[in-house]
């Protein structure tokens, strides 16, 4: 009977001791990522396009910026004006924020299951998605569109503006 009573005590103790470290740890995580925050450049996030190659998202000095990473770094957009920078930095903030700490295991049982309701989600016509995301595709292609106006105006002012080196 002892022996029971003792296995049931150790395990309770046990479960404390885990309980305790992994408080321990947030609190130690929270207080690192404010000592992190006051770093002029910070990860904002990426997305892997291919082998060796990525897009990231970073902010720098209140600004924010869209570079390609592959054999060499690429600027695609910067995004300069303070009320969307601000914008995105909260909302990346108060996801980040409501983001629990999970363990690697665990994240993948649940990415199975995000990528289920995700699914799901798209089968229903899922019309909701993240600002975040809209802004940085409407971001980009309002860069491709300035780029294609810039090559039209180089050819079309390239005769007149410019002597043929012989």
């Keep these: 009977m002892t022996s029971s009573w003792e296995m049931l005590w150790v395990l309770l103790v046990l479960l404390l001791m885990v309980g305790g470290i992994i408080l321990l740890l947030r609190f130690v995580g929270r207080r690192n990522r404010g000592w992190w925050a006051n770093r002029s450049l910070r990860s904002l996030g990426g997305l892997t396009l291919g082998a060796n190659k990525s897009m990231q998202v970073v902010e720098w000095n209140n ?4 570079l390609g990473v592959g054999e060499n770094v690429q600027l695609l957009e910067s995004i300069t004006d303070p ?10 903030d108060n996801v980040e ?4 700490a999970v363990p690697p295991w ?3 049982l649940l990415n199975k299951k995000e990528a ?15 600002s975040f ?11 491709s569109e ?9 050819s079309d002012s390239k005769p007149a503006d410019r002597t043929e080196e012989p």
């Design 97 to 100: 924020a409501s983001r629990p």
């Design 106 to 108: 665990l994240k993948q």
């Design 133 to 143: 995301e809209q802004t940085l595709e409407k971001r980009l292609r309002q860069l």
């Design 63 to 66: 600004r924010i910026y869209v």
């Design 116 to 130: 289920a309701t995700d699914r799901s989600d798209a089968a229903k016509g899922g019309a909701e998605s993240g």
């Design 83 to 92: 009320d969307v920078v601000a914008a995105l930095i909260a909302q990346y």
């Design 146 to 154: 300035r780029k294609q106006q810039v090559d039209r105006l180089l």
